[in-house]
């Protein structure tokens, strides 16, 4: 073989058959263990074609137990379903047609415009009212938020690959949104450029969706087929045999395809800007100026520049001559030379071979055919003949390619196109500048090298006298070296994006490094927490829960950080009615913690209910967590139970109403009602040892009356014979002695207001005339009325107010705040605070008992309160302090001057003579 070859002989290199994709070999029909419950939903998964890229054997993952679809893998037309429904300008239609290619470049109304009026028609109100907003980006995609929960609940495990299509789709529909936005937008505006950071970090997730939903495919359905595939050994395989073998046994290199495939598509989604803007000068014929130049020449005729030009028009005239081409040949080349490669790196190289004819670059297009791998059906077969496919002088042509990337006569994108052709990396890279190019370039090189490395082992071919350079051969490449290599570039713009937060998350999804991702979200959580972005968090919540519904392992301390990080982001957006999901997601006293915590600052009631009831429905403890809101509450104030000398009333405050209101979380189910009375008493103590009578009475009234009532009907209902549990029949005693000590203090608090509302008795006249003296008498009269009619209530109201409060001093069963049961759980609190109430409120009530006794003249009676406080059977004596009972002697001892005054005895007994 000659040392080089000319592009004219280059293109005979090529054979112009279409080349195949390689055939899905049989699997047996055991069916796999592992992974097994995910079988049915992935057999019936919708089948996935690559993008044309490099080699045409993209893997289509099928399940062991249907037989291979041969022409679905083998076809090449038709949008591959890796393919976003972008409003790009490059879809179905080809970029090129042979018809005419102005309207190759410019796709027809019918199929570029028609939904994009449509939907723009449809939007234009909704995206004038977004344009308004402070923050457009985040106005037009919060219903994502919402979206993204009720796609996870129509979805099951045996659907998850449809769940992450569907958010890929959510993530479109909102792309789309938000560039109709910024199209729209006035240009320099912050709040526009918020919104078109928004763009590129939905743009970012959807592709991440992309790029999941893909690999995870293969790796399951790998994991499924893993015990049933077996080498088949082909007697002089063809290249294309040899390649799909290798394809279907080797998951690198499968694995490497599908990023190959899913970076163009990513590249595919964008063309159509770049295919919109560009133009070319030539229509049929290249290098149409100079050729017209050289012909004007040739009949002197030409008026213009003298300048030296190519004399010959052969592809390799301008390298041989050393002579240039005319200006604008020269620019319409580069601008077709740089579209083609875009057109390569999009995955379209047909499309960039129909262009070439177009142009009239016939020969170009012959060059980019010869990457096809051979197949000879015809071999070890009958008499009936078929076409053989591919290039049978591939590996000349390669290495033809690999020289031409090398030249440095070439234009840089003629460089890396045939570079992309032969894995030449180096020259490759030269074009790119951006994180996804650059991934593109080293994983599209290495399923090129292992692809070369297969065919050079085990296809027996005829011994070549030239070779590719060495370590293109013998390169041992991994998933880690190739990001090993990209960290260690040199393009700042390729640095920076490495350090992107989906970047970052791509990468490891690629590795299948699950633990090391979850170190990154690890790392962000704790480094900015309060500065990630919402949506950001949301598909870090959502990536976690499609881990676990395929059962792999995430680290359960980041998992929990990450919910718990994007639920409180949630509360702070007040997305309500998302909350309860992923707080049901949470370790269970997590979550109650969680969602306790959000229910603290929900305060109308019919929110409250529809708080629970959400929480009802993703299966959260809801008497748990009800119980936690009370607790959480009520424990806030930490302060000292106070003495009632020193407690000053200073009426209810707002935070004394947050302790009542609460409450009513646990009257909303009858089945909590013992929990509700519990709570209760406790914020009762708090308000009674602070003299906050009305506040204690506002709690009371929460609870409904036939609270006792149902909580025995509940015990009977679960066909207890035995007592109620101590806990509950202490909590039901210590509620009646409240309700007794209320009853009692308002008794008294009537009794005193009627007392000092006595009526007056007009005073004596002197010197009246008649008329004034009628008028006193009547006057009299009317008072002697009204004092009849005061001092009988007076009389009602002193034999109610005494009742009430020896209700209270003469609580049955061994006191007033003293529990009966025994066997309920210790609460230390709970205990001291009864003691100290017993202190506090029962002296009290013998002091108030005292001023009813004597302001009505019940000496003797009141003198008996002595005997009362004395006797062993109550133990009174015990909850009064030295200073109480010195006080209240005092007051006793007023009582029997009176009776002494009366002519009794101290104790009002008569005197005997």
């Not at 080089?4 to 029909?29: C, G, H, I």
């Not at 918020?194 to 997730?205: P, V």
């Not at 989906?502 to 962000?524: A, P, R, S, T």
């Not at 207001?753 to 009299?780: C, D, I, R, Y």
Request: include cysteine; hydrophobic fraction near 40%.
């Amino acid at each position: 073989m000659a040392s080089d070859v000319d592009r004219d002989d280059f293109q005979n290199l090529s054979s112009p058959q279409e080349m195949a994709r390689p055939v899905r070999k049989q699997s047996s029909q055991k069916k796999v263990s592992i992974l097994a419950s995910l079988d049915d939903s992935l057999s019936g998964i919708r089948t996935r074609r690559m993008t044309p890229g490099l080699f045409p054997h993209s893997f289509t993952p099928q399940s062991s137990l249907k037989q291979p679809n041969i022409s679905t893998i083998l076809g090449t037309g038709g949008k591959s379903p890796y393919f976003l429904r972008t409003p790009g300008y490059v879809g179905n239609v080809s970029v090129v047609d042979d018809s005419d290619w102005t309207i190759g470049l410019t796709p027809p109304h019918s199929v570029m415009f028609t939904n994009l009026e449509c939907s723009m028609a449809e939007d234009v109100t909704k995206s004038a009212v977004l344009l308004k907003e402070d923050d457009p980006g985040e106005a037009a995609t919060r219903s994502m938020y919402s979206d993204f929960l009720h796609s996870l609940l129509k979805h099951t495990s045996t659907t998850v690959f449809e769940l992450v299509d569907e958010y890929e789709d959510i993530c479109s529909n909102q792309v789309n949104i938000l560039q109709k936005i910024v199209y729209r937008a006035t240009p320099g505006q912050q709040k526009f450029s918020k919104t078109a950071s928004m763009l590129w970090l939905l743009k970012q997730e959807m592709v991440t969706w992309r790029l999941l939903s893909s690999i995870y495919r293969d790796r399951i359905h790998s994991a499924l087929e893993e015990e049933t595939m077996f080498d088949i050994t082909v007697i002089n395989a063809s290249e294309r045999t040899v390649v799909n073998n290798f394809f279907q046994r080797d998951p690198l290199v499968r694995q490497s395809q599908l990023v190959v495939d899913w970076l163009e598509s990513i590249a595919k989604d964008e063309i159509g800007d770049f295919s919109d803007n560009i133009e070319f000068y030539a229509k049929s014929v290249y290098w149409e100026n100079t050729l017209h130049i050289l012909k004007q020449r040739q009949l002197n005729t030409f008026t213009g520049s003298s300048r030296q030009l190519v004399t010959e028009l052969d592809p390799d005239a301008p390298i041989r001559q050393k002579m240039p081409l005319d200006d604008l040949d020269r620019e319409d080349d580069a601008r077709l030379l740089k579209f083609l490669f875009t057109l390569i790196r999009a995955g379209m190289t047909d499309e960039a071979q129909r262009l070439c004819k177009r142009c009239g670059q016939a020969w170009r297009a012959a060059t980019l055919e010869g990457w096809k791998l051979y197949h000879d059906p015809n071999v070890n077969k009958g008499t009936d003949l078929e076409p053989v496919e591919g290039n049978p002088y591939r590996c000349i042509w390669k290495i033809n390619c690999w020289r031409l990337a090398e030249k440095e006569q070439f234009d840089k994108y003629e460089k890396a196109i045939y570079a992309a052709l032969s894995g030449n990396l180096k020259q490759l890279l030269q074009v790119c500048d951006t994180w996804e190019d650059t991934v593109w370039a080293y994983f599209r090189v290495m399923v090129d090298t292992l692809v070369e490395q297969e065919i050079r082992s085990s296809v027996i071919t005829a011994e070549e006298t030239e070779e590719l350079p060495r370590e293109y051969l013998e390169t041992n490449w991994t998933l880690e070296k190739v990001f090993e290599e990209l960290q260690a570039t040199d393009k700042k713009r390729v640095v920076e994006e490495n350090r992107e937060h989906y970047h970052i998350i791509q990468k490891f999804i690629i590795l299948g490094d699950v633990d090391c991702l979850m170190e990154e979200f690890n790392k962000w959580i704790s480094k900015d927490r309060n500065k990630l972005p919402g949506h950001l968090l949301r598909f870090m919540t959502h990536l976690i829960l499609f881990f676990h519904i395929l059962g792999l392992q995430t680290k359960e301390e980041v998992s929990v950080d990450v919910l718990k990080t994007y639920i409180q982001w949630l509360i702070w957006e007040k997305h309500t009615d998302l909350i309860a999901f992923y707080v049901s997601h949470l370790p269970q006293d997590i979550a109650v913690a969680q969602y306790a915590g959000f229910l603290e600052n929900v305060i109308e009631t019919e929110q409250r209910h529809h708080c629970l009831e959400l929480a009802k429905e993703a299966g959260l403890d809801v008497a748990a967590i009800t119980k936690t809101v009370v607790e959480n509450i009520r424990k806030k104030d930490a302060s000292e139970f106070t003495h009632h000398d020193l407690a000053i009333d200073t009426g209810t405050t707002e935070e004394d109403r947050l302790k009542i209101d609460v409450i009513d979380w646990l009257v909303f189910d009858p089945a909590q009602r013992a929990e509700a009375l519990k709570q209760s008493n406790a914020i009762m103590r708090k308000f009674l040892a602070s003299k906050k009578h009305d506040a204690a009475k506002d709690v009371f009234i929460k609870i409904p009356q036939d609270s006792i009532a149902e909580i025995y009907n509940q015990w009977e209902e679960l066909g207890m014979e035995s007592p109620l549990p101590a806990e509950d029949d202490n909590a039901i005693r210590e509620h009646l002695c409240i309700r007794a000590y209320l009853e009692a203090h308002e008794a008294f608090n009537e009794w005193f207001k009627h007392m000092n509302a006595v009526p007056q008795k007009p005073g004596q006249l002197s010197q009246a005339s008649f008329t004034e003296k009628v008028a006193h008498e009547l006057k009299e009269k009317k008072y002697e009325v009204d004092y009849g009619v005061w001092k009988g209530l007076l009389d009602a109201l002193t034999a109610d107010v005494k009742e009430k409060i020896y209700n209270v001093l003469l609580f049955v069963d061994g006191g007033w705040m003293v529990d009966v049961r025994e066997g309920a759980e210790v609460d230390p609190e709970r205990t001291h605070q009864m003691i100290m109430l017993r202190k506090l409120c029962l002296p009290m009530m013998c002091f108030l008992l005292h001023t009813v006794l004597y302001s009505t003249g019940q000496y003797q009676e009141d003198l008996r309160l002595a005997d009362l406080i004395a006797s062993d059977r109550h133990k009174l004596y015990m909850v009064f302090s030295k200073d109480e009972l010195k006080k209240l002697l005092q007051k006793l001892r007023e009582s029997s001057l009176m009776l002494l005054d009366q002519g009794l005895d101290p104790l009002g007994y008569e005197i005997q003579s």
